[in-house]
């Protein structure tokens, strides 16, 4: 009996070893983005991911987080004046955030990607890497 379950034990450790990474590195990444996330994002985008009215745009349910990826890293790369986002203008300028590395690019997307009510795939540093000038 005691064979039994430690057997049982052992298959059910091996099979958190497939299961956990993939979990906690989403978990992870999105933990650390919302670092970056309230030290640089928060005071335009506010808490909720809301913006500000004609302001800044917000961040929830919009084409610009949910869509192209490579559009959304080329934003927090190079910045941005005067958008349009779901038929509402936006006046203030984004400033460029290319001192940030590739690994909190990354996290920041994929915490935004996946909060505030919104539910897409995460951004990888290959991706942030992919996009960013070569020098």
Not at 26 to 53: E, F, N, W
Not at 73 to 93: A, K, Q, T, W
């Amino acid at each position: 009996m005691k064979l039994i379950v430690g057997i049982f034990c052992l298959l059910a450790l091996s099979l958190c070893a497939f299961t956990l990474p993939q979990q906690s590195g989403l978990k992870a990444s999105k933990d650390r983005g919302k670092i970056v996330y309230d030290t640089y994002c928060l005071a335009c985008h506010m808490q909720d991911g809301g913006g500000a009215p004609r302001m800044n745009p917000p961040l929830i349910k919009t084409k610009f987080v949910l869509g192209d990826k490579k559009k959304l890293i080329g934003i927090v790369m190079n910045g941005l004046s005067g958008v349009e986002v779901e038929g509402e203008d936006y006046s203030n300028v984004m400033a460029p955030h290319n001192f940030l590395t590739d690994q909190q690019i990354a996290d920041v997307l994929t915490y935004v990607r996946n909060s505030f009510g919104n539910k897409a795939s995460a951004v990888t540093v290959a991706e942030v890497k992919a996009a960013r000038p070569k020098k």
